[in-house]
C-alpha cells in the first residue's frame, strides 16, 4: 500500500508561481518503482491529466494547456515528487491530486497513466 501526500497549494495570483510537493510513504515503499503523476479537478469538471513523470524520470508528459509552464520532477531518493506550476492563469483554479501508476509506459498521457494510488489533494487557487 502507498499513501501519497501532497502539500503546497494555496492561494496565488494570475501569473504567480506555486510549487506543490507530493510525499511517498509506506511499509516498503521505493517510489522509483512507480510513475508519477498530477491531475487536478475543477468544481463540477471530470479530474484531468496534469502531467506525468517515469520511474526514472527520464520521461515526462504534459498535456497542452500546462506545457511550458507546469514542469514534473522527482527525487526518488526523498521518495517524493514536485509540481513546478509557473504563469498560473485562473483557469488552473483547482484541486490537485498526486498519483501513483506502476505503468512502464514513455509516453505519458492520460491515457498511459493508468493510476494505482491517489493522494488526498491540494486546493490550488488562482485569483485574477
Known amino acids: 500500500q502507498v499513501q501519497l501526500l501532497e502539500s503546497g497549494g494555496g492561494l496565488v495570483q494570475a501569473g504567480g508561481s506555486l510549487r506543490l510537493s507530493c510525499a511517498a510513504s509506506?511499509?516498503?515503499?521505493?517510489?522509483?518503482?512507480?510513475?508519477m503523476g498530477w491531475f487536478r479537478q475543477a468544481p463540477g469538471k471530470e479530474r484531468e491529466f496534469v502531467c506525468a513523470i517515469s520511474r526514472s524520470g527520464a520521461f515526462t508528459g504534459y498535456p497542452d494547456s500546462v506545457k511550458g509552464r507546469f514542469t514534473i520532477s522527482r527525487d526518488n531518493a526523498k521518495n517524493t515528487v514536485y509540481l513546478q506550476m509557473n504563469n498560473l492563469k485562473p483557469e488552473d483554479t483547482a484541486v490537485y491530486y498526486c498519483?501513483?501508476?506502476?505503468?512502464?509506459?514513455?509516453?505519458?498521457?492520460?491515457?498511459?497513466?493508468?493510476?494505482?494510488?491517489w493522494g488526498q489533494g491540494t486546493q490550488v487557487t488562482v485569483s485574477s
Open positions: 498519483a501513483a501508476s506502476t505503468t512502464r509506459a514513455t509516453t505519458l498521457t492520460a491515457l498511459t497513466f493508468r493510476t494505482d494510488y
Open positions: 509506506g511499509r516498503t515503499v521505493s517510489m522509483s518503482n512507480y510513475a
